[in-house]
């Protein structure tokens, strides 16, 4: 049994009670600690004051990679350092839209990820306006010759975030709507709000051609749909871009040594690039946050756990390459790599736990709903699919992955856009991440649990 | 008695009734058709969409005027037309500011209007953050000399929107920044929101000095007192703008002329200008769209109330103009104005009725309560101090005002930046206020009350 000299009074009084006892009481001991520390509302704060905006290909990137090394060191990570991979960057330009006629106006918009950008001069056509990404799936080839297409499809808001999968599949359309011969292609920005600002995001889907695609702001994409329901409208698109091919990304890493099995593995994390409207606060400063805050609780420890915690603030999510880099780079250790979670949900409350399958049955985390319950967060009995872009191929490569589910309630009001910034991030839910985390953090580390074989199957 | 065809019968029913049991019918009916009526919402769809935003000097602001003659013609208004003033033209340029070091940051900004703009090559200089204004006021003459003054006082959340006016202080102040010795003033957006987008709004106040001034994204105000306690903090500011002192504005009038009495007049409206970062949505096509809404359903009865209803869409309210040049225009009808009443709160819901000093109890309004409940209206015992802006003239040369008080919880959220669009109107309320202004301007236009002679005491 392992005890903590911080509770070895109450150890020693319950010495009766199952081995799990100290454990438990020290994760709801960790909770309770993280709901009144400052960690992770200094690292949002920091990261979104000091560094502020950070695609990569931006000098800001740069210094994001110098703010996590030395911020790990400071927490007292040891083996930190920063994992190099190439990573071409997009870098924007100017970007405008107007309404020519029949009513002119200026548009919010946003040059999605990756785009080309347009002729210098802008690209002047009729506009058709379609009120879902079906109509133009449905559309016959050639359908939208010489026109610009924008696609103004809603996006659900629900709890736990489900509406974003259809909206990105209308992110990547701009390949459909060249081949039904647009010239650009304008989306409604993927958002549940109804601000002006638009959001961006990245593209790479399957196209027949490449043609110039924007996001407008969710009122901007109704107000061409206003307008065109009056007849033809005239619009003139300007997206300016450039590409730097030998640009680097890097994945910064930094531990918590275990201390009876250091050579097994808990990877947790959130992602230090990000777009570049806003600030990056909720995408995914806060997840940075979270995870580096929970494992800095439990860096504090009189004793650490048994495993090594690993906290990887991962470099190129917003548009893919985190994963694949991590894959290759740490193939021959993927069997020491017990389990792995990832934080990029924003910093609203914590809803559910989703643990690798069978494992919420194991006795080591019997009482974790208990540890959980004063959190209003549940474990849910189904093992999450998706753990997070960064861990993906972790996750396709066997590595068993654990998610806390969150409230996405208005998440997509401000991911990737202008209002993505500390004014969002409530600090009290940003803590009740941390608490979750720490928690259940501690309780997998310091297990036996071989989440790989099913455990309480 | 005055009848009204459609309620013939009922009327014929009730004979041995008070004499304003037929208006309390009509204002009962016209509160119920004003809730299904599309007029309103077509209003503001039409004008934020055909016109869009539409600042004195504009060619926007011209379409303004051609689409409201036209439209209050097309909606059976008589006697039609502009009355024209002269209005200087501010004309806002190109803008932008960044944090130069040690943080480099972009940040969202906008010119307060009638701005002196900066040199072409913007103005670096080291930020002072004061959390209040009152910090402002205390410090010495030539305190901040050579600095850049940031203003962050928060604006505080009410219902009736009372916060605004030490806010709206706060925005006037450059004058003492300027006598402080400040190069340039920026302000916390006047905003009860998060977003990042910067609310723009006039100033006219007294100071030593002109010095550039303008608007943080609240983000944005926030971002720079966190950078401040870190340390110093560099900022280039760049404002362009023009004048053109030449500049025309135009108040559109258009009437119901009143069946009995067309002498006596009640004079509503909303008014026409707009900022320019949104669509002008909730300031004001809501008021505009509401009192000509309310007009136009009293002006399709069978027969007109006794009194001519004078729908006036005011086309200087932003920089002030329309006020002091209706009450030169009219000073020799003046007599003959016997109520007036401004909709410029936006398109939430209405609360409660404020009337001239004894009018609630006058017989003609004694029902007016039963009216309004339904709509969860109350008819307030206290008289309004503040009509609206563009009736201040008319109320400081004697007529009487009334007021239609709304809920004004997220109306600063909005207004003044780019996220005032229809994406924030609701159209029950914005309904629910047309049935409120139709149904009491029905009572008192058919009334002979005279509101001058505090009626009811």
Redesign the interface.
Known sequence: MRTLSLFALAVVACLAVPSDAGDLRTASALRDRALGDPTAWNIV?SL??????RPIGS??YSRARDWAIARLKALGFVNVHAEVFPKPAWIRGAESAEVVGP???KL?IIGLGNTVPTPPQGIEAPIVVLKSYAELLAARPGAFKGRIVVVNQPMTRTEDGSGYGAAVQIRNGYGEAARRGALAYLIRSVSTG????PHTGAIWGPGTGKIPAAAL???DA??LQ??AA?GPVRLRLKLASSVNPKSLAWNISGEVTGSARPDQIVVIGGHLDSWDP??GAIDDAAGVAITTAAATLINRLPQHPRRTIRVVLWGSEENGGSSDAYLAAHRNELGKIVLAGESDLGSDRAIHVDLPDGAAKAPAFALLPAVLAPLKVFVADTPPRHGGSDIEGLQKAGVPIFAVGQDASRYFDYHHS??D????VDRASLNQNVAVWASLLYLAADSNVDFRAKPGK
């Open positions: 704060e979104t004051t000091e560094i502020g905006p000098p800001a009513f002119p106006q919010a109804a601000p002006r600002s702001g969710v009122p109704d107000l206003h307008m009056r806003g600030t202008a209002d910034t500390l004014a969002v």
